[in-house]
């Protein structure tokens, strides 16, 4: 069982639907969660940072994490063509490595 | 600031060769960690270093080894390079244990 899963999808929504993305984790010591947003062929982008439990908003993203389930939750309003790309959540405990998802490819239709 | 840079961004090699790629972290972080990306194992991670020690090392063979400079940029170097070794190579900054890991653009390997 790996440490992070993430539906890799395809997921396919029409434009300016919400977009929920998830990810499961076993390791209850992860403290740090973020997720990246990637376009083809380009390096991942950190969209949202969080640290421990609660919510976090920027624009139209707001990050969520459960600890007590292991859940994290990315969710995308009022979604845009240019949303189109791979999500990839992320995760750590204090200074060790950074864990990753598999990523959920997303296709917003216009 | 200047976000992260790696180079070159493309290279093309041929089994059995060696190859260094390097990265320059963002003015002021220590903190350089490497990772490879391919479409069936996603993102994996190889090493960091944090002024010039490796502090977390992958699960990848010894052909793959790094280092780090006293300015915090890094190379990384592939030995006797496999068909398998073709990938995105990526490299991620940090300013602080914990922190936001930024992303440079990659270098795109690959192996004939």
């Known amino acids: 069982q790996k440490e992070v899963e993430q539906d890799p999808g395809p997921l396919s929504v029409p434009e300016g639907a919400i977009v929920s993305l998830n990810c499961t984790y076993s390791?209850?010591?992860?403290?740090?969660f973020m997720w990246y947003r990637q376009y083809s062929r380009k390096g991942p982008e950190l969209l949202m940072y969080t640290y421990s439990s609660g919510n976090k908003e920027d624009g139209r993203f707001t990050a969520q994490v459960d600890k007590s389930s292991k859940y994290i939750s990315l969710f995308i309003r009022d979604s845009q063509p240019s949303d189109s790309a791979t999500y990839l959540c992320?995760?750590?405990?204090?200074?060790?490595?950074?864990?990753f998802g598999q990523g959920t490819r997303l296709t917003i239709n216009p | 600031k200047a976000g992260v840079t790696q180079t070159p961004r493309y290279l093309i090699k041929t089994r059995g060769q060696q190859v260094t790629l390097s990265c320059s972290p963002i003015?002021?972080?220590?903190?350089v960690s490497w990772y490879q990306q391919t479409p069936g194992q996603g993102l994996q991670f190889l090493f960091e270093y944090f002024s010039e020690t490796q502090r977390n090392k992958g699960n990848f063979p010894g052909r793959f080894s790094g280092r780090q400079f006293s300015n915090s940029r890094s190379e990384m170097n592939v030995s006797t390079l496999e068909l398998g070794d073709s990938a995105l190579y990526l490299c991620a900054s940090s300013d602080q244990d914990g922190g936001e890991q930024y992303f440079g653009p990659g270098t795109r390997l690959t192996v004939t």
């Open positions: 003015s002021g972080h220590r903190s």
């Open positions: 992320a995760m750590r405990q204090g200074a060790q490595k950074l864990v």
């Open positions: 390791n209850s010591a992860f403290q740090y």
